[in-house]
């Protein structure tokens, strides 16, 4: 099959795979195994060699990334069933004040968004939001837009949230989490003081009746904290979020000194994503004892497990795509005619997660379908090394990219869209106004922050 014929047949299959998600309701999962095979058939694979190149592209992203996804939510999960989560919103009030409450439910949601699903956090610190509301008479949309943009930011830019992990393995960075941690915190900053700004415009336009605002606050503050009993102190609260980047850090600063002999081993041992997360996840079972929740253990686990289930699966369908695309000769002909890809440079990866997050709705299935795509930096014949990312850096930097797209935009077709207007009590007209338009700032005030790193860093 000819070099054009290859490219029409990758269009039509994204454009199929796009419908079959969010018009025929087939699980991405499957949307995307099957595309990859018909993909694999379409470019003229041979067909004995198909079955071989679904299991490689299968297994290698669950080898590259599995238990550190697994892990991550895990740890999520913890610190929302111990009330941990409101402990760090807690600390976060303490710190910043209630008389700047939009900064307060940005800084709170963005800490509470690493390691917990945006939509799991919202509905966790909708009672603070609504607390503060009433205390001191604040806009409650304001601060829904506040908080939704500090979790929203965290949970497409930086691990272990499920989404940039995958992202991290897909590009060749399994091993560098830490990277792709700090690139994450960087990026973040300017979209969260976008975020700020654009709050405090909301509260000027937008507003919701005296009686809805009432109806939200169907409980109060004091009655969540009774739900979860005494909270957990605050080391116990942070530690199994600051561990891992502490060892993880352990392990580079090591690795850049050239230390040697057992200190050395043992650096890279501890700073190894999986074990520095495995680290954090004996910490957070310090949580659950000081909680006195120890005996849930294993039905939190299942619960952690039944969420990560299916992004393991779509994470190693993505992967399945990739192999096919790589081996189908796209790459190929794509290298043999970059120019005009090559201009759009890092816009590229923000283009294709755009267009698949709209279309489709899910910010995680957009970061790995696109990461998966562009394959890992040091891989030869991957669409990374077409482009010209060949150094972790580069890779870091796409995967950002890849992030900021996925979080344009957030409408109808997204879950995380209805939780922040229904439990704000906002009609869909103002969740366009509010949560739409936040989500289209965010994600080009994040592209426009990582071309800017990128004019530096590669």
């Known amino acids: 099959m000819s070099g054009v014929a290859l490219i029409i047949c990758f269009a039509i299959a994204v454009v199929v795979m796009i419908f079959l998600i969010s018009k025929a309701g087939v699980h991405p999962f499957l949307a ?67 008389k700047r409450p939009e900064l307060a439910m940005l800084i709170m949601g963005w800490i509470v968004g690493i390691p917990v699903f945006c939509d799991s956090g919202f509905v966790v610190l909708n009672p603070i939001r609504e607390a503060i509301s009433k205390k001191i008479g604040e806009n409650p949309v304001a601060l829904a837009v506040a908080l ?11 691990p272990p949230t499920p989404g940039p992990i995958a992202a991290a393995g897909a590009v060749g960075l399994g091993g560098n989490l830490l990277l792709v941690i700090a690139m994450g915190a960087v990026v973040s900053l300017p979209v969260l003081i976008a975020t700020y700004f654009f709050s405090k415009k909301v509260a000027k336009s937008v507003h919701i009746s005296e009686a809805e605002a009432n109806e939200v606050i169907a409980k109060s ?51 190894n994503p999986i074990i520095a997360l495995a680290l954090g996840v004996v910490f957070a079972v310090f949580l659950l004892a000081q909680t006195g929740k120890l005996g849930e253990f294993s039905e939190i686990t299942n619960e952690s497990l039944k969420i990560v289930g299916p992004i393991l699966f779509i994470t190693a369908a993505g992967g399945v795509l990739g192999k096919v695309i790589t081996d189908a000769g796209f790459v190929t002909y794509i290298k043999d005619n970059a120019t ?17 997050k709209t279309a489709q709705g899910s910010s995680t299935v957009a ?55 229904n439990f704000s009590k906002m009609n869909p007209q103002q969740g366009y106004r509010t949560q739409t338009m936040l989500t289209l700032i965010m994600g080009i005030t994040g592209m426009i922050s990582v071309w800017v790193l990128s004019l530096f860093l590669i």
């Open 32 to 98: 995307l195994m099957l595309i990859s095979l018909a993909l694999a058939i379409v470019a003229g694979i041979p067909l004995a060699k198909i079955p071989a190149i679904i299991g490689d592209g299968f297994s290698g992203t669950f080898k590259s990334i599995g238990i550190v996804i697994i892990f991550g939510a895990l740890i999520g999960t913890v610190l929302e069933k111990t009330g941990a989560a409101l402990k760090l919103a807690d600390m976060v009030v303490n710190v910043v004040g209630q």
């Open 221 to 271: 503050y004091d009655d969540l904290l009774k739900q979860y009993g005494k909270l957990p102190g605050g080391f116990l609260s942070l530690a199994p979020i600051l561990v891992p980047i502490l060892f993880m850090a352990l392990g580079s600063v090591a690795k850049i000194l050239k230390v040697g002999g057992f200190a050395g081993e043992i650096s890279q041992f501890l700073g």
């Open 367 to 421: 970061i790995i379908t696109t990461a998966s795509i562009m394959g890992a930096f040091n891989a030869d014949g991957s669409l990374m090394q077409v482009l010209g990312f060949t150094s972790e850096m580069s890779g870091a930097l796409v995967v950002m990219a890849i992030a900021a797209g996925a979080m344009t935009v957030s409408h109808a077709n997204d879950s995380y869209f209805w939780v922040v207007t």
């Open 148 to 158: 939704s943009g500090g979790l929203y930011a965290s949970h497409v830019f930086i």
């Open 340 to 356: 005009a890809i090559k201009a759009a440079g890092i816009f590229f990866p923000f283009l294709i997660s755009a267009v698949l």
